[in-house]
Every structure is written in C-alpha cells, then in structure tokens.
C-alpha cells in the first residue's frame, strides 16, 4: 500500500458507548484472514482520559480486529515528546486514571487537582457542602511548575479556581495573587474539541468548552491572555506529525517498501478532523513527502442537515466558528475533500480512489 487511514474514534467508530454499525463492516475490508491489516491504520482521538492500551483493548473489543497500542495516538501522546518537562513537579487535570497517564508518558513528579485540593482544603470555596469543617495546617507540600490540562475535569468549578490559583501564585496555591506573575508558568494542553457527539441528540461539551472558560476567567481577572506553551490534538500540526510517525512506523514492521505517499483521515468534525487534515497539507505535507485528504463522514458532529451547507466556499464562511482561539479561521481548512455517509463508505471511497484490491 501507498496509503494509509487516519481514523478519528468518537463520531466515526461509536458515538458514547454505542458502536456505529458501519464499522464493523469497514474494518473487516481492512484486515486479511489472519486479522493483519492490509494498510497502515492509526486512530487518532481527542479523547485523553485513560491509558492507549485500554483504548486499544476496547478498539478491539469494538471492531472484532486485534488492534495494537502503536496504532492508537490519544490527545495527549506528543507529550512525550516534551522531555524537558519530565522531571519537573506537574499539576494535572482531567479525569481517568490521571497518575498513571502522566506516568506513561514520562512525567516523574505529577499531582492532581484532587490531591491539591486535599491539601489545601481552603481553596475550594463554591460549593458550601464541601467547605471543611476543620481547618488543617495550610503548609506549602508541593509547588507546580508546569500545568498540563489532559481533558474536562468532572467538577469544573474545583479545577478552574485551583488552576488559577496556581497560575497567579506562580505554583504557590495559597500565596495571594501577584499581578507580577506574568507570563505565567507554563500550560500544555491536550484535546481543543469544544463538543463531541455521544448518545444524546445534540453534540456534548469538549475539553476545549473547559478551555474557553479557563482563557476568560484568567483574562477577565488579570486583563491579559492566557498563553499555552504548546497545544495538542486535533487539529494541532503537532499531532499530525506524530500520527505521519506512527504510520510509518507500521510500515516499517511489516516490510512495506513502498512509501506512503496520501494519509486519508476519516472523522466526523469539521473544526478539528478536516481543519487538521488540510493545516497538514497545506503546511506539512511537503516536508514529510505524504499528501493528506480529508474523509468527512455524516455519523457525529457534522450533519449534512444541519444549517451550514457545504456546496459552496462562501456559506461555509458564515458559519460561526468552533475552533480553538489561538487557531485562525480559513475557510477553505474547513473544506472536506470527501463527504461520505459511514466510515463503510470512507473505506471503499479510499480503495477506489487508491484502486486498491486487497
């Protein structure tokens, strides 16, 4: 094969906990007898809140193919890749198992918000039930240097206060605020999707509705903005590089000479998967020798019914964009080069297109 799948998870493969039914009938076309697949494949999620193993497990589980963790890049994978922030002590926010996240990706000193809140019990003030009764010794145990944001928090009051805290203390919660703590330490975040779609009708609120209020309470407080030290995921083109890595990887373990020349990417959202796909192209492509085409499917967030229709450039521009603040809107990112129903018609599009006969 010259090409290789790029595929996103929650829109495309289930939508919650529920399988999409056409996936099971694409990935059977993908694998041969033994269940090795024919092209190189890597789901790329936004999602961050557990380990890329248990993604795989459940991948698998899902799709009836074995499925291995080197063909999942979560939100949150490229950190490895930040190894000068390893051994530094680092606040983490999110839910899932959060310790043994961070850990696999290299950091050697992560707390959680809940653990922070634990130690200093004042802090957290808006829900009056959970005010302590007792007042413990307020002692300084830890002090963040970095905050690293995996994914939305459960309760978003806590974690919005207590990170602010930090930001403005300079990694002393506790400490009053200081209008000299600017620019403040740094913040790596991982997943920008403002919605996703699960089992309800509308689409749900993402990490990156989290996000949007952290920016403007911290601006709304201090009058300066809120600066990331990187941004990861969808449509980051860190996140694109990765993926390229990982699929020519695989290529590499199953002695495929040939070089993969397109990366079709599959997913439901126009603001992160087709924006990602053509950033990729337009920027990156290039330097990595590999074209990137977009496969825009009508099962998540994108519904060919919806208000914004997409015949022509222009009725894209009037639609309200959903992408991240530090991510310029151009209407042609947002341009599919492909509209397929199901991920079923994704795969025999790319066959077609490709004139791939497995």
């Not at 975040?189 to 990156?208: I, K, T, Y």
């Not at 809120?226 to 020519?248: N, V």
Request: one cysteine or more; aromatic letters at 8%; glycine letters at 6%.
């Amino acid at each position: 094969p010259s090409f290789g799948f790029l595929f996103d998870i929650d829109g495309v493969l289930v939508r919650g906990k529920t399988p999409i039914p056409a996936a099971r009938t694409a990935f059977q076309k993908l694998v041969n007898s033994q269940g090795q697949f024919l092209v190189p494949v890597v789901f790329v999620t936004n999602a961050g809140n557990c380990l890329r193993q248990k993604k795989a497990d459940q991948l698998s589980h899902l799709l009836g193919v074995p499925i291995s963790q080197d063909q999942v890049m979560m939100s949150h994978s490229p950190l490895r890749m930040f190894k000068s922030y390893h051994e530094k002590c680092v606040l983490v926010s999110g839910q899932g198992p959060l310790l043994d996240i961070a850990q696999d990706l290299g950091f050697c000193h992560p707390i959680t918000i809940d653990t922070l809140r634990e130690k200093r019990p004042l802090l957290d003030a808006v829900d009056h039930d959970r005010r302590p009764n007792v007042l413990h010794s307020q002692e300084q145990l830890f002090s963040p240097s970095t905050v690293v944001l995996f994914g939305e928090p459960v309760r978003w009051e806590t974690s919005l206060q207590l990170i602010i805290d930090v930001l403005l203390t300079s990694g002393y919660p506790g400490n009053p605020y200081g209008q000299e703590n600017y620019p403040h330490i740094p913040v790596l975040a991982c997943n920008m999707d403002l919605m996703w779609v699960a089992e309800a009708q509308s689409p749900r609120f993402g990490h990156g509705t989290f996000m949007v209020c952290l920016e403007n309470i911290y601006k709304k407080i201090t009058g300066k903005d809120l600066k990331y030290e990187a941004l990861m995921g969808k449509p980051s083109r860190l996140t694109y590089q990765y993926a390229e890595h990982l699929i020519r990887a695989q290529a590499l373990q199953r002695s495929w000479e040939q070089p993969i020349q397109t990366l079709y990417a599959v997913g439901d959202n126009l603001m992160t998967d087709v924006y990602g796909a053509n950033l990729w192209e337009n920027e990156l492509a290039a330097a990595a020798a590999a074209r990137c085409r977009s496969v825009l499917v009508c099962t998540g967030v994108y519904s060919p019914h919806g208000e914004v229709s997409l015949d022509s450039g222009d009725s894209v521009t009037q639609s309200v964009f959903h992408g991240h603040r530090d991510f310029g809107f151009d209407p042609g990112l947002v341009e599919p080069d492909h509209i397929v129903p199901d991920v079923d018609a994704a795969v025999d599009l790319v066959f077609q297109l490709e004139n791939f006969a497995p």
